[in-house]
């Protein structure tokens, strides 16, 4: 059966690679840091990195790696376990309390990942008798977590207040029992955020909740790290917060809801990657324990990773590069065509910058970009080298 079926997957494969949409993986032999060391897949040796999630630069800090191997000893490897079975240790109850402080909320529930905390929501709280209101940009895990559930579908444009508004006069039109508006707190291709105290007073006049995935801000967005709701000023009328561990707090693994009580005590008892999935490794849980502690005692970080970020935008949008607007520490640099960001891309490799180009179908056709991300773990001389590298590929390219 087999064989034919390999025929079939091989010339899928071909063309994936003939559309130029091939995801070859690159291998390092270092920590995730500012820098890191390519061993398979590009150019061999030391390269700066600015395309991790390690916004905070704790992937490797030496605190919270002291905190991962203390809780080794104490809690060991794994749980082999769900949590209802035996799977709770107190290190996970400690950590899910610290996230509700926090965040601002009233409770947190542990997943294995910010996907799996997606995925684990709308089919646990919304049925067929609900709408569920989406942005058109929202993350892929949102997306495939509102195809598990039976509620009606309504998208509206990217950070379009006028279409979401109508797509919430139909729901209620239609009778929707509950109503939930779901949008990402920062878009991962443009690094935009959501307008999140207008999307709230949309909320409050069609009676909906608001659910915001801020995978990509807590920690370092907002005045104290909080994340998008907070630098809105509406911690306390969003109802569900969604996010992962791995990317600014810490960079491991693992992700989290965040919410209302009874909507987290409901997904304790029927969200299905929560039952079904072993327990957050407690090494996670303890490490970001101490990540939410560095976080809590200082700014530091969270001032650098800015810093950085205006240093770069600025830079190149003096260079003439096409900068998307904003200040979030996502730069995308448009390019356009397809092939000619692969193509910057791998120059910017040679001259010691790890970046990675993004084309159709992750972003619109046309829109080919390269996503560069900052980090707190780069020096003012990281930022400025990779300015200048991205000049002189420009000038090769033009060549």
């Known amino acids: 059966m087999f064989d034919s079926v390999r025929d079939d997957l091989r010339a899928t494969l071909d063309e994936i690679r003939a559309a130029g949409l091939h995801k070859p993986e690159r ?25 991790a999630n390690n916004y905070l630069g704790l992937a490797d800090h030496p ?17 082999a376990s769900v949590r209802f079975i035996c799977g709770t240790q107190e290190v996970h109850k400690e950590l899910e309390a610290r996230l509700s402080a926090f965040l601002g909320q009233e409770d947190t529930i542990l997943y294995s990942s910010c996907f799996d905390a997606n995925g684990g929501v709308f089919e646990t709280l919304l049925g067929a008798e609900d709408a569920v209101i989406s942005d058109a940009l929202n993350h892929a895990s949102i997306i495939d977590g ?3 559930s039976k509620a009606r579908r309504f998208r509206y444009a990217n950070r379009d207040l006028a279409d979401l508004e109508t797509q919430l006069k139909e729901a209620t039109a239609g009778g929707a029992r509950r109503k939930l508006i779901v949008t990402d707190g920062v878009f991962s291709m443009d690094g935009y955020v959501a307008p999140l105290a ?3 007073d949309l909320a409050d006049r069609y009676d909906a909740m608001v659910m915001v995935d801020d995978s990509h801000a807590v920690g370092f967005v907002g005045p104290s790290g909080r994340g998008t709701p907070e630098l809105h000023g509406v911690m306390d009328r969003v109802d569900i917060i969604t996010g992962t561990l791995g990317k600014a707090l810490g960079g491991a693994s693992g992700g989290y809801v965040a919410a209302r009580a009874e909507i987290v005590a409901l997904l304790r008892q029927r969200s299905r990657p929560y039952l079904f999935s072993n327990t957050l490794a407690p090494v996670i849980a303890a490490a970001s324990l101490k990540v939410i502690d560095l976080l809590e005692s200082a700014d530091d970080l969270r001032v650098r990773l800015a810093e950085n970020t205006a240093l770069f935008r600025s830079r190149m949008t003096e260079a003439g590069f096409d900068i998307l607007p904003g200040d979030h520490a996502i730069a995308p640099v448009m390019i356009g065509d397809a092939a000619e960001a692969g193509r910057m891309a ?4 040679e001259h010691g910058v790890y970046v990675i180009a993004f084309s159709y179908p992750v972003v619109p056709q046309g829109k080919a970009r390269i996503r560069v991300q900052l980090s707190a773990a780069h020096s003012t001389e990281d930022v400025n080298r990779a300015v200048d590298a991205f000049i002189a590929a420009r000038a090769e390219l033009a060549g």
């Open 63 to 79: 605190e919270v790696i002291a905190a991962a191997h203390t809780a080794l000893d104490r809690w060991g490897y794994g749980m």
């Open 27 to 51: 291998v390092i032999g270092t920590p995730q840091s500012a820098t890191v060391e390519v061993t398979q897949g590009g150019r061999p040796g030391e390269v700066l990195n600015f395309c």
């Open 198 to 200: 207008e999307i709230c």
């Open 346 to 349: 791998e120059l910017l490799l």
């Open 146 to 148: 509102i195809r598990l």
